[in-house]
């Protein structure tokens, strides 16, 4: 049967993070630091909207790109928040970031097209691109603090090169770019002509300083891929946004509407809520994940793991310390197993992630605490 298959398919996996989290989840009295879900609710004024749009058959097809209120609602938040300048024909409402990434992809790829990744990286990148028979090249980034340089960028673009992913603040490691660092970036992007598809989803959750969009020096070379699921604790409600040039999205919107049609009707008027009535929904989040990123990263250090301090998300890519002797997917099995303490091992981002992990803030300050003091105890071993 599987011959029938189509090969590509067959040769990618389900990402790493998804499959050590399963691969826990039945361990009893699991302190789960593994997924990017932010652990505050919805908030409560964008839920009782959407219960209205429930009440009042709010529930049909929407025009493929979305409602107008909503386009106009984006349109008008995004200029607001990091001042760019789309159209209500320049945006597309997908089904979270992950179809946007997905119709990017798909609109701009071709057979044997090279698209740079900055390394490490989250793992839903790859498999997109291999299944366009384009091909991923990683940029190693272990020795620049986690950052890209313009200097790594111009040496890695060749005349196949169609596209730079370019994720800030990063899953997995929480590294954002200054003005700067952008600035130079944006230099080599113009000259060379390639796309710039920048996956801007944690842009509201930048602790230091205000988020800048690549958008706002290089706008005809990019793709801007953002939603609510970080900034507004909308995970669930699968709500995206990708915004170009007319040129661009006019062609994106035929892949989406093939793909999904739509997004969610009613998770398009609780957008259109958040992004109207909620800018600063973010704010509490932000200041709480910052105390507990202070928190943790102290605990941390004093394990003996080395961290570079993140600039905005919720994740730390901590380095195991030189007496630990396994990889790190063997190690977080056994901190899972014995500490009851679950982690991502780097594996799952990196090719030279095995000397690393991923750990998620985004859980209560009492759950950060306990499970401090269990890889404490766990790591002692280690000292």
Known sequence: MSKQLRQSV???????????????AGIPDMIKL?????????????????????????????????????????????????????STNEIIVTVGATE??????????EADDEVLLPDPIYPGYEPLIH?????????????????????????SITPKTKALILPYPSNPTG????????????????????????????????????????????????????????SHAMIGWRIGFLMAPEAITSQMIKVHQYSVTCASSISQKAAEEALLHGKDDAVQMRTE????????????????????????????????????????????????????????????????GDRYFRLSFAASFSQLAEAMDRMHSFMEKYA
């Open 10 to 24: 067959q040769e990618i996996e389900i990402s790493g993070i998804r499959k050590f989290n399963t691969r826990v």
């Open 175 to 230: 590294v954002t770019l200054t003005l700067e660092e952008l600035e130079q970036i944006a230099a080599v992007v113009r000259e060379t002509g390639i796309f710039v598809i920048a996956d801007e989803i944690y842009s509201e959750l930048t602790f230091f300083g205000t988020h800048t969009s690549i958008a706002t020096m290089i706008r005809d070379q990019t793709i801007v891929i953002n939603g609510l699921s970080k």
């Open 34 to 86: 593994t997924l990017g879900e932010p652990d505050f609710p919805t908030p409560e004024h964008v839920k009782q909207v959407a219960i209205e749009a429930i009440n009042n058959d709010f529930t049909n097809y929407t025009p493929n790109a979305g409602t107008p209120e909503l386009l106009q609602a984006a349109s008008a938040y995004f200029h607001d928040k990091y001042d760019l300048s789309y």
């Open 131 to 155: 299944l366009m028979e384009a091909k991923a090249i990683k940029i190693d980034t272990t020795e620049t603090a986690f950052k890209l340089t313009a200097e790594q960028l111009r040496a």
């Open 100 to 109: 946007a990434i997905n119709v990017a992809l798909q609109t701009i790829l």
């Open 289 to 352: 994940y910052n105390t507990r990123a202070g928190f943790v990263q102290d605990r941390l250090a004093k394990m003996g793991f080395s961290i570079v301090e993140p600039d905005g998300a919720f994740y730390f890519f901590a380095k195991l310390p030189d007496s630990v002797p396994q990889n790190s997917f063997d190690w977080a099995i056994e901190l899972a197993e014995v500490a009851k303490v679950a982690v991502v091992p780097g594996s799952a981002f990196s090719e030279k």
